[in-house]
Nanobody, 118 residues
């Protein structure tokens, strides 16, 4: 099982980034997918999630209207489009998968750093 994030980097305030998470080794289409983020000394927080099946989404209040989560089941990939980035968005972003059929089956990616700074 692998979740490999990419797309992180340094961006100026107001800029955009798109994160990708490529999944392998499990039935991607039957897993809910989420993006979390974490800064030093703080707990990991949920940023956005998308269900399996119809792909309903849910976003944290702090990113509503700026971030969009989406998935491509044909490519086993989940995305996080991040617009109007702020310094407070600086964090390590993690991809997370949870099985719809067995909640005990959960996987984390290794994380990708996003830094918003001028």
């Amino acid at each position: 099982v692998q979740l490999v994030e990419s797309g992180g980097g340094l961006v100026q305030p107001g800029g955009s980034l798109r994160l990708s998470c490529a999944a392998s080794g499990f039935a991607f289409s039957s897993y809910a997918m989420s993006w979390y983020r974490q800064t030093p000394g703080k707990e990991r927080e949920l940023v956005a999630s998308i269900t399996s099946g119809v792909g309903s989404t849910n976003d944290a209040d702090s990113v509503k209207g700026r971030f969009t989560i989406s998935r491509d089941n044909a490519k086993n990939t989940v995305y996080l489009q991040m617009n109007s980035l702020k310094a407070d968005d600086t964090a390590v972003y993690y991809c997370y998968a949870r099985s719809r059929l067995n909640a005990l089956l959960r996987y984390w990616g290794q994380g990708t750093q996003v830094t918003v700074s001028s």
